[in-house]
């Protein structure tokens, strides 16, 4: 079971990857992981990334696509995996696919959890954060006791910077630009899925395992 997590920043694929890669025993393989992990264990590839990464640049896409491959060639991925954050673009996308087919095999399911911007940005918005000690909360989801107060710590919460409407339709603004071509991509590949993200976190899950077929 070879997967994809395709959906916008904040429409909850994290936390769905999770759950699907408890269920069904695979991992869940974020690029940014793949990266620390080669760069502490000093892989060629590894050192390959951090040169780019130690000048504030992006890691190739020839250099990426290299390490996701050899992360899902490792003997935990034997029945499939799920990769979120990766590919975002189009020509990463292309090139995943090129690599898989060289080794005879391909992605079987792309899920997109699909949420409308306004209801991201309206998530987004309700966030609060404790800078004191780290802990989060959410005005609808998950209040604190005493509104606008920490229960850990007693501090004030706070709407982070990367929470606020604009920055969070920033976001939005590349991955509609970049990422949400590859839903079409995926589309033509008859692989993609798409789940409507906007129902409560149980639901959104028991649709994808019923797409999943298993
Ligand atoms: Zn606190």
Redesign the pocket.
């Known amino acids: 079971m070879k997967i994809i997590m395709l959906g916008a920043p904040g429409a909850g694929k994290g936390t769905q990857a999770e759950r699907i890669s408890k269920k069904y025993g695979i991992p869940h393989i974020s690029t940014g992981d793949i990266f620390r992990a080669n760069i502490k264990a000093g892989t060629e590839l590894g050192i390959k990334a951090k040169a780019y990464i130690d000048k504030g640049l992006l890691v190739p896409d020839d250099v990426t696509v290299d390490l996701v491959m050899d992360r899902i060639s490792q003997e935990d991925c034997k029945n499939g995996y799920i990769l979120d954050g990766f590919p975002r673009t189009i020509p990463q996308a292309e090139s995943l696919t090129e690599a898989l087919k060289a080794r005879g095999t391909s992605i079987d399911h792309a899920v997109d959890v699909d949420v409308p911007d306004e209801s991201i940005i309206a998530r987004m918005s309700g966030r609060r954060a404790?800078l004191?000690?780290g802990?989060t909360y959410h005005t609808v989801y998950a209040k604190p006791v005493k509104e606008g107060i920490?229960d850990?710590?007693g501090?004030s919460l706070v709407l982070r910077e990367d929470d606020k409407p604009e920055t969070v339709k920033q976001r939005l603004l590349v991955y509609h630009e970049q990422t949400k071509p590859l839903i079409d991509y995926y589309r033509r590949e008859n692989v993609l899925c798409t789940v409507d993200g906007t129902q409560d976190m149980e639901k959104v899950f028991l649709d994808i395992t019923k797409t999943l077929g298993a």
């Open positions: 404790c004191t000690c802990a920490c850990k710590c501090a």
